[in-house]
């Protein structure tokens, strides 16, 4: 069987992140691994009971998701509410939903406290960025889940004809 994609809920254009807003990924890739049954569609901090819409939130301080699975950084919102417990069990429910459905790839919205995988914000909420993980993609990552941003479909694109070209 094909592998299978855990993939972000506002990508899929679901109206689920933190402003109420989607973010849909307009790619035939996309449709057609919708058509083959590969894409499996979350928004980890919807599973973990979180709001639409939301406080904005990011990684206190500069750290990073991987910072925060290791209980040494909190993830905060604008307003100041502390929402760590929270993201851990977004991350905890992805994880447990892409082993349920045998996904081995993900495919999550960049800059995101918890999707983000090539960068996210400083925790100073000025718009700063910087190269790192978010809370879900650092525990994916760390479990052995190909974790990829919606900037680089093109390369879990190659991935899988490499991978599937492999299975035959």
Avoid at 21 to 36: T, V
Avoid at 43 to 61: D, F, L, T, Y
Avoid at 108 to 123: E, K, V
Avoid at 149 to 158: F, G, P, V, Y
Wanted: charged share 25%.
């Amino acid at each position: 069987m094909a592998s299978r994609i855990l993939v972000s809920a506002c990508l899929m254009g679901h109206a689920v992140r933190y402003d109420g807003a989607a973010k849909p990924l307009l790619h035939p890739a996309i449709d057609r691994w919708r058509q083959e049954g590969r894409l499996v569609t979350i928004c980890p901090e919807m599973s973990a009971g979180m709001p639409v819409p939301r406080p904005p939130a990011e990684i206190a301080a500069g750290r990073t998701g991987a910072d925060v699975l290791a209980g040494k950084a909190r993830v905060l919102e604008k307003t100041g509410g502390d929402v760590t417990i929270e993201f851990r069990r977004a991350a905890e429910n992805a994880l447990a939903l892409a082993r349920e459905t045998n996904c081995r790839f993900a495919l999550l919205i960049d800059g995101s406290p918890s999707c983000g995988s090539g960068f996210i914000y400083d925790g100073s909420f000025s718009g700063e960025r910087f190269a790192g993980e978010g809370v879900t993609a650092a525990l994916l990552s760390a479990n052995g889940i190909e974790v990829y941003s919606d900037r680089q479909i093109e390369a879990l694109i190659a991935r899988l004809e490499d991978e599937d070209s492999g299975s035959r």
